[in-house]
């Protein structure tokens, strides 16, 4: 897990939750994924055209 031991994870866990919050730690964790899933619907999108018929690779020239 990125060389970070437990306790370290543990370290890390408690600084967040001093920080936020109980209370604010699900809707962080809530937007983290929202974010997530977004950014790979985006990458597994096919090319769509745009409104003028070019695809994306066509508008960046």
Do not use: C, H, N, Y
């Not at 543990?10 to 209370?23: C, H, N, T």
Request: aromatic content about 10%; overall charge negative.
């Amino acid at each position: 897990m990125f060389g970070l031991g437990w306790l370290e994870v543990g370290v890390i866990f408690l600084v967040v939750l001093l920080i936020f919050g109980p209370k604010k730690i699900p809707e962080l964790g809530s937007a983290l994924g929202k974010t997530l899933r977004g950014f790979k619907d985006e990458v597994q999108r096919p090319k769509e055209e745009d409104e003028f018929g070019e695809t994306d690779e066509d508008s960046l020239r």
